[in-house]
Nanobody
Framework: QVQLVESGGGLVQAGGSLRLSCAAS????????MGWFRQTPGKVREFVAA????????YYADSVKGRFTISRDNAKNTVHLQMNSLKPEDTAVYYC?????????????????WGQGTQVTISS
């Protein structure tokens, strides 16, 4: 299996930027398609972005398209989420997730491994 640890969350003003990172350990990182999700209290975990095992396929939620960029470095076992032009509605706990190489997915229950989450708070 793979262990995931997110970092990079924090408090920023609207319009600002943050870069989230997810460090993976365990089995070969390149075996996994990766995703970022976010969740606020009382709501279902929401898809944000996904990247295929080789990095050739990217997919974004409409709400973040053009503002967020997902990337990965298989040599360093990391995946990143660059978040620009942040809005108060982006406030959430952000989770990194991995699924065995079977194509990217937008549903949270398609992912096999999860990190502990990192809090992102955007002030207006």
């Amino acid at each position: 299996q793979v262990q995931l640890v997110e970092s990079g969350g924090g408090l920023v003003q609207a319009g600002g930027s943050l870069r989230l990172s997810c460090a993976a350990s365990g089995r070969t990182f390149s075996r996994y398609d990766m995703g970022w999700f976010r969740q606020t209290p009382g709501k279902v975990r929401e898809f944000v972005a996904a990247i295929s095992w080789g990095g050739g396929t990217l997919y974004y939620a409409d709400s973040v398209k053009g503002r967020f960029t997902i990337s990965r470095d298989n040599a360093k076992n990391t995946v990143h989420l660059q978040m620009n032009s942040l809005k108060p509605e982006d406030t959430a706990v952000y989770y990194c997730a991995a699924r065995n190489r079977d194509g990217i997915a937008t549903m949270w229950d398609k992912y096999d491994y999860w990190g502990q989450g990192t809090q992102v708070t955007i002030s207006s």
